[in-house]
């Protein structure tokens, strides 16, 4: 066994035990004899302390100590993803767990389920074996994710399904999503979001893993944010009190009933973000203005849709912004 002086003038002895590195920390040069012993104690002692931890309680420990601080569908899917990993991978020590295991547990996942599913619940089984095994490493190899190429809805598409909408419950959330705003934070305004023609946009309205629908803040610092909308759009929300008040999930079943009954190329209405994106790369916002307006705190999205620059720091400049996206998708 290597015995290693380090700068400090300590010694250190390393060993790797079925993928994680064991670390024991000397202040005099030890014998070999010594080494092996204290190595051989720590092993006994970290394996003595976790010998019923499996998976599934260091899992179910993790998802309890992160409950308060992530969002709830960031646990809706952490409970849905040991719902769907294997008993067997879900009954190992946690400790035992190799390099191999998450290889093999990936590797059927990938048999019945889409990359970036496969990519998901690799992410939580990595996070919770960082918290428990940081010295683990982990060097899965994961499916090739497929290239998707989104249908970004054209000014046409948007002013028939606009006009199909018109009346409805529907006509709102749909232009309000045209304007970048989310599912989530189009259910969760209030007429008292709405000042003149400005909305404040800071929570929004999720499934928590009771399957209940709740209103939280938004989805991060940057989504929280202002937008200017047309005055008329702005009254109408004033006068009958709020936005809209049905299940979230009507809004996605209605738009894809307007596509299939117009013969509209399918789309969800998430697309609209990337509509907007589009529509105000166009008008050459730059990418820094865009994002803040989107409430994006990356440039993840837009990078497949837009790349321009001009400025569009005040209001003025964002009242023309909606006069001119409006013009494309609402008939006058």
Not at 281 to 288: F, R, T, Y
């Given at each position: 066994m290597k015995i290693e002086k380090l700068p400090s003038g300590s010694y250190r002895i390393r060993k790797t035990y079925k993928g994680q590195?064991?670390?024991v920390i000397f202040d005099n040069k030890p014998t070999?004899?010594?080494?092996?012993?204290?190595?051989?104690?720590?092993l006994d002692k970290v394996q003595g302390k976790h010998v019923s931890l499996t998976f599934r309680n260091a899992a179910e420990e993790y998802i309890g100590a992160k409950r308060n601080v992530l969002s709830p569908t960031t646990i809706r899917s952490y409970n849905s993803a040991m719902k769907t990993i294997s008993r067997k991978f879900q009954d190992?020590?946690?400790?035992?767990i190799t390099a191999l295991d998450i290889q093999?547990?990936?590797?059927?996942?990938?048999?019945?389920?889409?990359p970036k599913t496969v990519y998901n619940y690799h992410g939580f089984i990595s996070a919770v074996l960082g918290a428990f095994c940081p010295n683990l490493k982990i060097c899965t190899t994961l499916p090739q994710k497929v290239k998707n190429e989104p249908y970004v809805p054209s000014d046409d598409d948007v002013k028939r399904i606009l006009e199909y909408a018109?009346?409805?419950?529907?006509?709102i959330p749909i232009i309000l999503a045209c304007h970048g705003l989310r599912r989530s934070e189009i259910c969760a305004l209030t007429s008292e979001d709405i000042?003149?023609?400005?909305?404040r946009i800071n929570k929004a309205m999720v499934e928590n893993e009771n399957l209940q629908w709740i209103t939280k803040t938004t989805k991060t610092t940057s989504s929280t944010r202002a937008i200017i909308i047309p005055e008329e759009i702005a009254a109408k929300i004033k006068e009958r009190g709020y936005v809209y008040k049905g299940y979230p999930g009507q809004i996605t079943k209605f738009l894809s009933r307007a596509e299939q009954n117009l013969g509209i190329p399918h789309f969800p209405l998430h697309k609209l973000r990337h509509y907007f994106a589009s529509k105000?790369?166009?008008?050459?916002?730059?990418?820094?203005?865009?994002?803040?307006m989107g409430g994006w705190e990356t440039d993840h999205v837009m990078k497949s849709v837009y790349r321009?620059?001009?400025d569009a720091n005040n209001q003025n400049t964002q009242r023309k912004i909606s006069q001119q996206l409006c013009e494309s998708i609402l008939e006058k």
């Open positions: 590195v064991y670390t070999q004899k010594e080494a092996m012993q204290a190595m051989a104690k720590e190992i020590n946690i400790h035992d093999s547990e990936i590797n059927q996942l990938a048999k019945d389920h889409s018109k009346g409805t419950e529907y006509e000042d003149g023609d400005v909305i105000l790369s166009a008008m050459n916002i730059p990418e820094a203005d865009i994002m803040r321009h620059s001009m």
